[in-house]
């Protein structure tokens, strides 16, 4: 569950939630980071996928491929950015890392440096 912090009287700014694999490559275009959804209200629930697997492709000899497999049993950090952003790679998290198999559910407020907490499982 992710409360949107930038909401006042009269609406939210819609902002993009984003999360951070803890083995993931610093690329030149930022750290690795696994699209979760646009949050456009006061709150909402955003699932955590079971894997991902993010490849870093050479571009020069030798051509060899570099796979960083990720699993819900290793840390992982949340953050946030504003929608208007081009490309979701975002500034670095402002979550500790926490391992996402640990709790059913997790809750925290962004965009800023969000506390996140164990939660029952999310199901708005």
């Not at 909401?7 to 803890?22: K, N």
């Not at 980071?33 to 629930?45: A, I, M, R, S």
């Not at 960083?68 to 504003?82: H, I, K, N, R």
């Not at 208007?84 to 391992?99: E, K, L, R, Y």
């Amino acid at each position: 569950m992710v409360t949107n912090r930038t909401c006042q009287i009269g609406g939210c700014s819609p902002i993009r939630v984003l999360g951070f694999p803890a083995n993931g490559p610093n690329t030149p275009g930022g750290p690795w980071t696994v699209d979760l959804g646009v949050l456009d209200g006061p709150f909402g629930c955003f699932s955590i996928p079971d894997t991902r697997t993010f490849l870093v492709i050479a571009v020069g000899p030798p051509n060899d491929t570099t796979a960083y497999a990720w699993t819900t049993d290793q840390p992982f950090a949340l953050g946030s950015e504003p929608v208007s952003a081009a490309i979701p790679f975002g500034p670095p998290p402002s979550t500790d890392q926490f391992v996402p198999a640990n709790s059913a559910g997790w809750k925290v407020a962004l965009p800023g440096n969000g506390e996140i907490k164990p939660a029952l499982a999310c199901n708005t």
